[in-house]
Structure formats: C-alpha cells, structure tokens
C-alpha cells in the first residue's frame, strides 16, 4: 500500500520496543502485498501496548514506527490509539495511576482518594493537551493520575491501577487504595498481593482450584484432577463433547445467557475454515470480579477449556482476551499458557491426541465495550473496538470473518466439570431451568465481599447471609443485580430465587453475576449518574441513539442531581431514550444503557432524594 | 455469480406479501415496493455501516428494531416499516441527532424531522460551541461533567487548511461515508479515520494534521459523500460566507473530465458561468460516483488561465 | 476488472495517473486478486502488489518473453486456444528458446523467481488481465512492446472474455476517440482505410468530394517533412508539440522553420505564441457538446455547463465557418447532425444516437444497431469453434534495449513519468491550487547519490546527448541503481524534453520519451 508516513523518528526505547515485538530481520520494510498487510494489522494493538508500557505513552515517532513496520494508514493507526482509554497521546509520567471512582468506590469513599490526590499530586489527566513527539531523555511530563471506571476490584474498593513504564514495566492493581499506597506505589513499592475473598454454598465446581492449588504450577493443577476434563474430552471425541455440553443446559455467563452446546454445535457445523475460539476475559462489567478471580486463580483450567472448546468447535487456534487492567491475571497466563506448551498440553498432538491447538494472549487497553463480542474481535484485528451489526452471528462470521465460538470465562470453567463427569452429573444441582452452579460478585455494604458459588435457585437472602449481611449498623437500601446493565431491586424482593427464569420473570436480569449492596446512607441519584456517566464514557460511539442518547441521559440526571429538576418532571424524556436506545442501537451497550436507571426509577426508590 | 442467477424470497412488509432477491436488503426491498424508508449513512456506492439508525424497521420476533439498509431479508420475515416502535425511534434518533450536530444544510434531514415530528430542541438550550483543539484532545472514556441544563454539541470552529475544500464538523453527524470513500471503498488513501470515542468520536488525521500535511490527495471523494455540508468545497463556502449563494441561479450539466483516458462522468454545477461544484453521478459504471483531484479541481484552468484571445 | 484474478499492469502507474481505473484494480485486489506491477520504479502502484518487477527500461520485450518461456516451460499454455484461433504460434515458440528465465534475468534484472511466479500465475487464472500506459509506448519499439504482450494473452487465451483481456490505459482524454473518429494518417472514420476504394467512396457520396486516397504522416514524419521543409504550413488544434516533443530543441526548430501556422485552442500554449494565426477555441469538454470516447472503448457525451469566454468558439464551429471559406459549405453543422452523419458512415457507431448514450450513460463500440447495447469486451470470436474470422497472429517480437545507449561518458538512464496531481506538460494543471508542494526535481537512488556526492535538495545539472538542465536533487529508494527519474510537468520551469530522445516507433509514430542516456553532475 502506498501509505504516507511523516518523517518523526522513534527513540531507541520506543523502536526496541517493537522490534522486540515484531522482531527485527524485516528492518523497516513493511510486510510486502495486500494479503501480507492484511494480516499484520492484528498486531497493531500489541504493538500500542509495547509502545505505551515501554515509555508511557504513544509518541508521534511511536505510532509513526508501527505504522512503517505494519502498514497500517497512519491515521487509522491513530484512530485505533485514541479509542483505548490506557493508550495516552499525550506525554505522561512513567509511572501512572488509574484510579475507580465508579459504583462501588464510589460508594466506599473514592471520592475522598481522588480529592486527596488532587491536593497530593495535582490535577487529574483529563485531556486538553497536544499530541507530541517524544525526546530521547525519555523524561515523563503531565498529569500523574486519572480517574477510571470499575477497576473489577470492588470487593475491596476503593481501588486502584499503576503502571510504571519501562523496559521492564511493572503494573499493580491493589483495593484498600488511599492516596498514601497510591504514592507508594508510584514510587515502586506496590503493596502486598491479596487473594480475593471466594466462599461457597454446596459443591465447589468453578472455584474447586482457587486459593487451593498454586496458580503457578502445572504439577499442582494436574494434582488437583487437572486435565482430566481434556483426556475425557478425547475419550468422548468432538461429538461427544458436543453432546455432553448440549445436554448439561449450560448458557454463558458473559451476560447474554446463549446456550453453549448450540454455540459450538453452529461453528463445528460451519463450512468456512479455519474456526477460531475466543476467551472473552475482558471483564470490565462495574461490579463484576468474578472472572478475574478464576483468571487469577486458577488459570490452567481457562488453558484446558479453551482446548476443549477448540477441540469440540474443529478450532486450532484460541485467542484469549484479557482486559488491560488486570496485571496480575496477565502475568499468571501467560505463565500458564507457557507452562501448558512446554508441557505439550499446547501445541502439536497434544495427549498424543493428533489434535493440534495454540492460545494466543491479548490485552484489552481499556474499553468495556471491547467485551461485546463483535468488538472484541474488531480490537484483535487491530480495528477500533466498534461492535459490528449481527446478524451474521459470530458463529457464522466472527474473528478474521470466520466461524467463531466466544465464550466468557466462567461459562469455559463449568465446561470442565460437565466433560469430566458427564451433563448428568451437572444437572443435579441448580434448577430445572438453570442447571448447575454460578458464581455471584456480591460487594458493596456487606461483611465479607467477595466471589460466592451457588448453586442456581439459591435465594438472594440466602446469599446476601453467606456474605455475612449487611454491615452492622447498617441498613439495606437496594441492591444492584447484574451490573450497570443489569438492574436494581427493592429489599421486598429478597426472596428471589437466583436463576435466569426466576429473575427473568421479575423483570429483572443475573447479567454477569453482580450483587451490589448499597445502605441507605448512599445518595443514589449521583450513583445513578455515575452509571449514566459511565455509559456514556464506555459507548464506542459509532450509532446516534447510544453515542447522544447516552449524553442526554447524563445530563438529564446531572439536571436532577443539581435541583434544576426533579426526576418526576424528566421522567417522559428518559422513557423515550430509554426507548431508542433499547431499541435502535446496534448492541448491547446502549441497549442497556437505561435499564439500571430505569429500574430504579420503577421501584420508586429515590423519592425521598428529590 | 450474477444478480440474476440468485434465487428469490418472500417475506411480508407492511401486510403486503412482496418478492425480492436473496441477499437484498430490507431497504432495496421497500424501495422496489414503493416504500420510502429515510437513510442518512447508506449510499449506494458504499458499504453500509448502518450507524445513523434513521432507517430501522420492525422484524417480527426479533428483540430490536433492524437497520433496514443493511439487513438482508430472509424468507417469512415479517417486516413493519411504520410502527409505532418504529416511528418513535426514528423521531428520536433524528431529535438526538439535530440536538447535537447542526444539520440545516441537509434537506433529506429537514424532510425527516418534518415527517417525524422531531424537535431537536426538546432536551434544552444548546452548549457553546467548544473552542479550536478543545474536542480533538479529549482522552477516551473521560469529560466533564456539566450541570445538564445545556445540551452539548459537536460545535467548534471550522478547519480550513487548503485553498480546496473545508471542513466544518460542527456539522459532522459521523456517518463514517467520508472514511469509507477515502479508504478501502473507493480511494484507499486513508487520510482521514475515526478517532476518539463515544460523544467525542470524531474524523481525523493522524494528529489532527492538517489535510496538506496528511496522506491527503485532494481527490475531494470524501467531500463528494458527505451529506451535511461538514466537508464543502472552498468554492461553495465561499460563496455561502459572502451571502452569494444562490441555487436558483445554478444549473448541473453532465459531461467527461478532459484529463486522462478512464473518462470520468462530472457534473459541473456551475453559478453565474462559474463551476462552483465538482461530483460524479454514483451510478456511473466509470467511477462510482468518485473522482481524482483532476477532474474534481482541475476545471480551474478553464476559469483562471489566461484564455486565447 | 473487479472479476480478474491476476491483473498484469505493464509499465504502467494507475494509481497515479489514472486514479479512478486504479479504483477498480483495487476493488478486485481486495476481492483477492493478485496484482503484479512491472516498471523500472517501485511506484506507488507497485505498492499494492504482490510482485513488482522492476525491470531495467527498455527491456520490456526480453521480459515479456520471459514470461511466456515460463509458462511453456512450465506447460502452462492453452493449447486448446493456441490451436483453435491463433496463427504463427511455431514461430513464437522459437523466437522463446532464446529467451530462458535466467537469461532474461540477467537482461532485465529481475528475479527469476519472481518471473516464474508471474508467469505461473498469470497462465493458470481463469480470468487474467494485462493493462498498460506509457511505459510501454514511449518507446522507439513501441509496438513490439505491445506485441509481446499480446503474444502472452493469446498463449493462456486471457482475451476476449469476461475479467480477462488486454487494456491500454490511454494518457488522454480521447486519444481512443480522436482515432475512432479517423485522426489518424491512414484512417477514415471507425478504423477504415483510407486507400480502400470502396471504403473511401461511401465516405465521398455522403460528403460530395473527394478525399486524398493516400495515407497521410502521423506526427514524426510531419516533423520530418518540416525539417526538410516539404511542409510548410501546419494548423493544430488543441496540442502544445513546442513542448511536448521528445527533443523540445528540434521541434522548436522545425516549427519556426514553418510559413504558417495556425493554433486553434483554449488557452495561450507556447506553440499558440509562436502562430501566425490563433482560433480561441472553448473547451471542449464543459463550453460544447459532443462525444469523447474513453479507454473501454465507452463513446460518452460532453455537453455545455458553461458559455465560452470572450471570443472563444466552438471547434465545430470553426471548422464549418473555415471550410465555407474554403468553399464547400458542410452539411451537417451540429454536434448531433455531424454525429448522425457519421454514424451512417462509420458502422461500429450506428446504434448510437445522443438518447441511446444518454439512457446507457455511455455505449462501448461495437455498438451497429439501436438493438445492441455495445461490447464490453472485443475478440469473444476466438472462443467459438470453429473460430469465426481470421485467426489472432502471434508476431514474435525481439529485445532490442533503448536506443540511447549507456556509455561511460552518460552512464545513467532517465526515464520520465508523470505525478498524480499533474497532467503532461502542465498546462491544464498548472493553475489549481494544489495544497501540497510540487516543483521539477531529479530523483536519484540513494547510492548513486553518494557515489556522485550529492545531497537532498542539491542543485544539479542533468546532461545527455542533446542537451541540458538544471534541477534540485530528490533521493528516491524507490528507483534504482542507475535509474533517474524527472516528469515533465513544469516545463517553463526546467523544460525535460531537452534532454529526451526523438527515436521513433517507425510504426505508430510514439517517440522514446522513457529511456535517454545521461549524466548527473554538480553545479559549479
Ligand atoms: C457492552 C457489552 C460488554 C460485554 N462485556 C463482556 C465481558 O466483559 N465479558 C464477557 O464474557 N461477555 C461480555 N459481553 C457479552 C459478550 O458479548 C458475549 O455475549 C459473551 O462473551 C458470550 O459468552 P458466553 O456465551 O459464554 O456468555 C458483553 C456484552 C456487551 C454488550
Ligand atoms: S450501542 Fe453504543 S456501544 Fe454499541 S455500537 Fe452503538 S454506539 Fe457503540
Ligand atoms: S480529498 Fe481524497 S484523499 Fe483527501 S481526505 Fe478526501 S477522500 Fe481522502
Ligand atoms: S464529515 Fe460528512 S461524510 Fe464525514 S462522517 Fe461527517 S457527515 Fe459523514
Ligand atoms: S473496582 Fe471500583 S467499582 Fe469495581
Ligand atoms: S441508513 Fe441505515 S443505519 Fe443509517
């Protein structure tokens, strides 16, 4: 392609970057025909990711190198960089904090964090500012901090991500965040890695390995039955496999709650080749850490999965998509993944099986849209993170165009079970509707927050009492039931059974399995801003009803939050955005972007606030 | 394989039992039945993106409406193109879209919001126009919060950084049809793309270079696709900033650019025996409806060089 | 087009000097056809391809046979084809022997892996194109240029079908047209002969006189007869020859040697300074009406979006008023009478009134009839069985190089081209305001440069065997070793054609503007 580049250079650190990336042989001819270009645009976001945790930000050099290596149009390359809220365009600080001021922090007092690190360290990044050029000192000016949407820490909110840029860069997302240990760890002295808090009720199916064998260790998963699922799986043969699923009723928990056995049953069918499988570990849902958690905890049980779904789906490749603020989950795949191919549980033949498949592990950079299922595709290809119009469903034309099975992390994890003991055996527990376990992000005011397995049917009371209630001195007000897309529910509902019929029927929605609890000494109409606000943020802005609906929808509430009215007088304007939104987006994002709002509205709850 | 060998479908759209060709859209189907179904990001010489959602329709069955210019039909559809659920989206989302992108130079715009009944104004006072670079150095997934009583817009200052078209994106509705034509549907330059997120989603160049300093060839294709007036020849803007535009006075004449050997279609819209527009006829077999900044700006010499006398 | 799978661009840079052609290649390089690019510059067209031979100028033919050694060393041809409509295949076949992929490479130093695999792939598509421009016909050999190719599309049988076939990409506007319409030497109207007798009397009754039944000169011999001052009395209409000349020098020469001459055209060209007499003309395509016809052979309508200036007229008019001096008043004096005229005397026209070309937005000839909607490909004959008409003729074609041979006194070959914004010598587009800078510049590759000693941006002195100038350095990885490059654009500023050579194809008249012998030197 006959690309125009411009004639900015790259500092050494920035070049050896990507090279160390894209390796250095090709010098800095781009790949050579169409087809070749083609294909290297998938890595441009790896290549931003090199660039950013290398120096800190994306220079002009920078991008302007990636473009020359992969040629990728400069200006798409920039489009791409400046759609990713962890890709700074401007220069900054190697070392960097994110700060949650979303939901849950907020209602832990993220706000008295960020108003102590404004007195600390300035004002917040909030742009205004140029793009530039990078000097080779390398010297990071600008903003220190930047607020940030949920962090998937809100069992120990408030929280908070750094990066420090380098050659060997180091992030760290921690809870408990005050602006002490968010210093402290600017400076290089990150506190202490916790385990997140994970208890049960009945069987332990998907957190049977968590906090219980070494994370790091292949030896320790396998003594813990790991790959027993695998060897089974080429017992049954892809069929069996096929049927098993099927048969066990298992639907994703990514929030759409499609049947699994049917997913798989469409790609293996599907006549276009190759067929991919993706692991959508980009949870960025505000409330939900349950998949972190899994991640985290047990990471060669994602490996396995994902092997079993590419073997049951006629896949050879599986890409693993990891939202960016999750260090610590990066750092224990890739490990896995390494530990698994060296294992020869990756790779050619695997088990001697004749079976062939490979993981390849993408970081997100920021954008909770990218885990919409049709952007997460579009961000692997190096496009921007914009969903695409279904049908056609990923089954038929998904990653690279092809045959697709995307499945959330949890939903790979129950597959584990289902292959190793049979559908049979998963059905016995849950209900008839929703067989098996699930696991539920209860935080907010309770006792012990953290991830609960429960079987489906256990009541919210029952969970909540898990959880050891709400905190003494405490009143419940309204919990928020499956994320900002999800909704919110009154304390007379308590009773409801958690399965995806029962919540259903309620007019109400398990979403990703998020229970938020709030008290009544939170104002919840600045919470229900701050879900406007955050729809608004995340909406990736390609149709008009989300990218200005979900504006109008702030401001309407930023209208009632500052007494120039009230939500009953608003109250015909949210309906009809409610209305186009839901109706007349292209995905899921501005679909929901109303129902938490609306929900609470529904229930009456915030009267008494105006 | 030819259109023609493709087989047919039947589906319903509005009551009525219709035919079309499998693998058409909704859009084409309604169009072939008589159908008027408004469209703001569809032309028929590009891909569709359907990101304006002017054009939804009902699908019975279906959770949400359908963007009609894209979806195909299938046999035993049941389409409604007037609903309710129907009219009311596409009232709102033209009451969205006037409420934040000035949209007075698009007529199709001024016809819809008439037969909608939108009123753009309903979601309050417009916000100030935000001043040069302020829009362009937003950071992703960040603004500032406002108090709400002033509906905020995509207003800012025109760019005019060449002698042959501006761009003025306070009228930008990002219907993504200039990135397409300067990319892979017709020029595949890529001078400009989109860049930023969400309300702050913008077309740009790398940097916000100005277009001399881009990949920009002045082909003005992208101009030749915007249906808001955001991209505007310098020549139609000049005028307009004088007060001397004048379309009663304009005729539109189609003949061949004079350059080189493609033969390009153009039509001259020409104002007081002065070419004042380029374009090209998107359904010419020649060009698409594109052109290359020969025939697109270099009628110039007809008007500027000394002419024997 | 958009349906071939490999398209061969031959000497030609679409993307910059036919842009919107270039629209359609990429629409089927995108639908995942393979494009190669053969030219002595990686230009941005060879960009997007998948090979890009950039072979030594002038070695065009020797490659072409390359190619066609490939594919019947590979076995590749289609013999069905060979045997069934084509003639002189034996001939061909040993005009190859000489010519083996490893000799060839050497000649034109180009890959011979590349080679094999444009040969490979080109021969067993099913549906494959050749196109080229200029850098194949501005050449002293000009039409063996042209007739290797061919060749190459008769021995895989890539013509006269859908997706595949031979396209010359004209440099103008109607080049194709002014020939349909008998611009040239030896035709009359629709490519018939002027000395056929049968032919040239239906054109007489029509008109009511006589018309001259001997071939008349194409370009080069007119300028030949003015050297030798046989003509002396030229009237051009709408060409600026004072500077489009290959050897500018001796062009000028001969047409100040001229007693007369008449300019008809829009603007004050240099040649229009130099006339005794100058017909403002209005230009053609916006101040009148007619019909152009494009490289597809599509015959399109112009028409008047804006009045003339000042005296201007139209050429139609001129030439009825002209030749009612003269003494014959013409029939027919609208664009549409004449046309109709002659779509009564030219057969291939016949079924194109102004509403047809209108309704169709354009007819590509052979269009006979009112029942034809016209040809979008020519030659689908040689598909039938038995092969209905003459057969298609291989006519072997031997490597000769260029004619202004490398020395160690210009040691250095120049080739010239054009840009994308600009067209020829400038004078339609050098008065737009195109936003990017843009002046004369000599590229040289990056070696060259440092064995010279030379720097970005430094003035040099370009010297070859006829003249010299003067223009600042522009290195350009995208040459080669030995390769310079200048277009011919800015003639008042550094007139190119100095230093071009004016060998000539003897059979079409197009002169050897891409390949002169020079030397680059310092200034002072
Ligand atoms: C805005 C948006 C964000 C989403 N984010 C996630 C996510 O972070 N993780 C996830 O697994 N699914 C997410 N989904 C759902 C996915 O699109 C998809 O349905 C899911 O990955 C399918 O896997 P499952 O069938 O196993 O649930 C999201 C959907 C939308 C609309
Ligand atoms: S609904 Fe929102 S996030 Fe989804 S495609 Fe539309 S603008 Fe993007
Ligand atoms: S003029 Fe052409 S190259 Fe420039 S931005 Fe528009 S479409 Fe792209
Ligand atoms: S500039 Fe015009 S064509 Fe481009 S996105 Fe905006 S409105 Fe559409
Ligand atoms: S980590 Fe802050 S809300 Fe989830
Ligand atoms: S016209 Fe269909 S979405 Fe814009």
């Given at each position: 392609m006959d690309l125009r580049h411009h004639d900015v250079l790259p500092t050494a650190a920035e070049r050896s970057a990507v090279d160390a990336l894209l390796g250095v042989e090709a010098g800095d001819a781009p790949p050579a025909g169409f087809a070749a270009v083609r294909d290297a645009r998938t890595l441009l976001l790896p290549a931003l990711h090199a660039l950013q945790s290398s120096v800190g930000w994306v220079s002009r050099g920078g991008l302007d190198y990636v473009c020359r290596r992969l040629g990728v149009p400069p200006a798409e390359a920039f489009g791409v960089a400046s759609f990713y809220a962890l890709f700074s365009l401007v220069q900054r600080p190697q070392a960097f904090a994110h700060v949650c001021d979303d939901i849950a922090c907020t209602a832990a007092g993220a706000e008295k964090v960020c108003s102590e690190l404004e007195r600390k360290l300035g004002a917040p990044a909030s742009g205004h500012a140029k793009t530039g050029t990078a000097h080779e000192d390398g010297a990071g000016h600008g903003p220190r901090w930047a607020r940030s949407p949920c962090l998937g820490l809100c069992e120990r909110a408030p929280a908070a991500l750094v990066t420090i840029a380098g050659a060997e860069p180091k992030d760290c997302a921690f809870g408990a965040a005050t602006a002490s240990r968010i210093e402290a760890a600017l400076a290089g002295s990150p506190p202490r890695i916790e385990e997140a808090y994970v208890a049960s009720s009945g069987?332990?199916?998907?957190?049977?390995?968590?906090?219980?064998?070494?994370?790091?260790?292949l030896a320790a998963y396998r003594a813990h039955r790991g790959y027993e699922a695998l060897a089974r799986a080429f017992e049954l043969g892809a069929e069996g496999v096929l049927r098993e699923v099927t048969e066990s009723k298992l639907v994703g928990r990514g929030g759409a709650a499609f049947p699994t056995g049917r997913k798989w049953e469409a790609v293996a069918r599907a006549t276009a080749r190759p067929h991919y499988v993706v692991c959508n570990a980009d949870e960025s849902e505000p409330g939900t850490f349950k998949d972190r958690v899994l991640l985290e905890g047990d990471p060669f049980a994602v490996v396995e999965a994902m092997t079993i779904a590419g073997y049951a789906t006629g896949s050879q490749r599986g890409y693993l998509y990891l939202r960016g603020e999750y260090p610590l989950a990066l750092e224990r795949l890739s490990h896995a993944i390494e530990s698994a191919r060296a294992g020869g549980l990756l790779g050619a033949n695997i088990l001697g099986s004749g079976f062939a498949f490979d993981i390849e592990l993408r970081r997100g950079a920021g954008a909770y849209i990218c885990g919409e299922e049709t952007a997460l595709f579009n961000s692997i290809e190096g496009l921007r993170g914009e969903p695409r119009n279904k049908p056609p469903f990923p089954a038929q034309v998904g990653l690279f165009g092809r045959p697709t099975a995307v499945n959330n992390v949890e939903t790979l994890v129950a597959v584990l079970d289902i292959v190793r003991d049979g559908a049979a055996s998963y059905t016995s527990v849950g209900t008839a509707g929703s067989p098996g376990t699930k696991l539920f992000c209860v935080s907010g005011s309770v006792v012990r927050p953290g991830v609960y397995e429960v079987p489906f049917g256990t009541r919210l009371d029952a969970l909540l009492a898990l959880a050891g209630g709400v905190l003494p001195g405490k009143t419940m007000r309204t919990i928020l039931l499956g994320g900002a897309a999800g909704g919110f529910v009154g304390r007379d509902q308590l009773s409801l059974p958690l399965s995806f019929e029962d919540t259903r029927k309620a007019g109400t929605t398990l979403g990703s399995g998020v229970v938020l609890v709030f008290d009544d000494e939170t104002p919840m109409v600045p919470i229900l801003r701050r879900i406007a606000a955050f729809f608004r943020d995340e909406s990736c802005g390609q149709c008009i009803p989300c990218r200005v609906g979900t504006v109008r929808q702030e401001e309407l509430l930023s209208r009632v939050v500052n007494g120039r009215s009230t939500l009953q007088g608003e109250l015909p304007l949210l309906k009809d955005l409610g209305q186009v939104m839901r109706d007349a987006s292209i995905c899921g994002l501005g679909q929901t972007a109303s129902s938490a709002i609306e929900s609470a509205v529904a229930l009456g709850l915030f009267e008494d606030e105006r | 394989m030819n259109e023609s060998s493709r087989g047919e479908v039947e589906f319903t759209l509005d009551g009525r039992s219709v035919k079309a060709r499998e693998g058409e859209t909704i859009h084409a189907a309604c169009r072939s039945a008589g159908i008027d179904t408004p469209t703001l990001c569809w032309a028929e010489n590009l891909t569709p993106v359907n990101v304006c959602r002017v054009c939804v329709v009902e699908v019975e069955g279906a959770r949400v409406l359908a963007p009609s210019c894209s979806r195909k039909v299938e046999a035993g559809m049941v389409v409604h193109t007037d609903s309710p659920r129907v009219r009311s989206s596409r009232k709102l989302v033209l009451e969205l879209l006037g409420s934040s992108v000035d949209m007075s130079l698009s007529t199709d715009f001024a016809d819809y919001a008439k037969r909608y009944g939108a009123e753009p104004g309903r979601f309050g006072p417009r916000a100030q126009p935000s001043a040069a670079g302020v829009r362009e150095s937003a950071l992703p997934g960040h603004h500032e919060v406002g108090d709400g009583t002033r509906a905020a817009t995509v207003g800012q200052p025109t760019k005019v950084d060449n002698d042959l078209f501006v761009r003025d994106y306070d009228k930008c509705m990002l219907c993504y049809k200039c990135v397409e034509a300067c990319g892979s549907d017709a020029q595949n330059t890529f001078a400009i793309a989109v860049a930023g997120r969400g309300f702050d989603a913008r077309i740009a160049t790398e940097h916000e270079t100005p277009l001399p300093d881009s990949a920009c060839v002045f082909c003005g294709n992208c101009v030749g696709v915007c249906p808001t007036g955001a991209l505007m020849f310098k020549a139609e803007h000049d005028l307009r900033e004088a007060g001397k535009w004048d379309e009663s006075k304009q005729t539109e004449t189609d003949t061949i650019c004079s350059y080189c050997g493609v033969g390009c279609v153009l039509t001259l819209r020409v104002q007081d025996n002065k070419i004042v527009r380029v374009t090209s006829p998107s359904d010419s077999s020649v060009t698409g409806g594109h052109l290359c900044v020969k025939g697109r700006f270099g009628f110039k010499f007809v008007e500027e060089s000394p002419r024997a006398p | 087009m958009e349906e071939a799978q490999v398209i061969l661009l031959w000497g030609s840079n679409a993307r910059e000097t036919h842009p919107i052609f270039f629209h359609h290649v990429l629409k089927a390089v995108r639908r995942g056809a393979k494009l190669y690019v053969i030219d002595p510059r990686r230009t941005p067209t060879a960009e997007w391809s998948e090979g890009w031979a950039g072979l030594d100028v002038g070695t065009d033919i020797a490659l072409a046979n390359g190619v066609g050694r490939a594919i019947l060393d590979a076995g590749l041809e289609n013999r069905k084809f060979i045997a069934n409509a084509t003639e002189g295949f034996d001939a061909y076949r040993a005009t190859l022997e000489r010519y083996d992929v490893e000799r060839v490479s050497t000649i034109t130093r180009v890959d011979a892996e590349l080679i094999c695999r444009m040969a490979r792939d080109f021969a067993s598509a099913e549906r494959a194109m050749i196109c080229w421009t200029l850098g194949i016909t501005e050449h002293h050999n000009a039409v063996d240029n042209v007739l290797s190719l061919i060749n190459l599309a008769l021995l895989t049988g890539h013509v006269g079908k859908w997706g595949s076939g031979l396209n010359p990409l004209r440099g103008q506007n109607n080049v194709q047209g002014g020939g349909d319409m008998g611009a040239l030497p030896h035709k009359l109207t629709g490519f018939q002969d002027v000395e056929d007798d049968v032919l040239r009397s239906r054109f007489e009754a029509v008109w009511g006189c006589k018309i001259p039944p001997k071939n008349g000169w194409h370009l080069t011999e007119m300028f030949a007869a003015m050297g030798r001052r046989e003509l002396t009395a030229l009237y051009v209409i709408g060409e600026n020859p004072a500077q489009s000349e290959a050897d500018s020098t001796h062009a000028l020469h001969c047409l100040e040697g001229l007693e007369h001459l008449i300019v008809q055209d829009i603007v004050m060209t240099k040649t229009a300074e130099m006339a005794d007499v100058v017909l403002p003309a209005s230009a053609s395509w916006c101040e009148s009406e007619g019909t152009v016809t494009n490289s597809e052979r599509r015959v399109q309508r112009v028409r008047r979006a804006l009045n003339p200036p000042g005296s201007a007229r139209d050429d139609i008019e001129i030439l009825c008023d002209l030749s009612s001096r003269l003494g014959y008043d013409m029939k027919a004096r609208t664009p549409e009478a004449l046309w109709d005229e002659l779509r009564t005397l030219s057969p291939m026209h016949g079924g194109m009134s102004y509403p047809r070309l209108e309704a169709l937005g354009g007819i590509q000839w052979p269009c006979p009839d009112e029942s034809s909607v016209g040809s979008p490909f020519l030659h689908g004959r040689l598909w039938e069985t038995p092969v209905r008409g003459p057969r298609a003729a291989f006519h072997p074609a031997e490597d000769e190089g260029p004619v202004d041979k490398l020395t160690s006194e210009f040691p250095l070959r120049l080739t010239t081209g054009r840009r994308l914004d600009s067209y020829n010598t400038g004078v339609q587009s050098g008065s737009f305001a195109w936003p990017m800078e843009r002046r004369e510049t000599v590229g040289i590759f990056p070696s060259d440069a440092a064995r010279l000693g030379l720097r970005d941006g430094e003035r040099v002195r370009v010297v070859s065997r006829r003249g010299s100038i003067e223009a600042p350095v522009r290195l350009d990885d995208r040459l080669k070793p030995g390769l310079v490059f200048m277009t011919m654009h800015f003639p008042d500023e550094v007139d190119t054609n100095l230093l071009t050579i004016d060998a000539t194809d003897p059979r079409s008249g197009t002169a050897e503007f891409k390949a002169a012998a020079i030397r680059v030197e310092k200034v002072g």
């Open positions: 069987p332990r199916r998907l957190l049977a390995r968590v906090g219980v064998a070494d994370p790091a260790s | - | -």
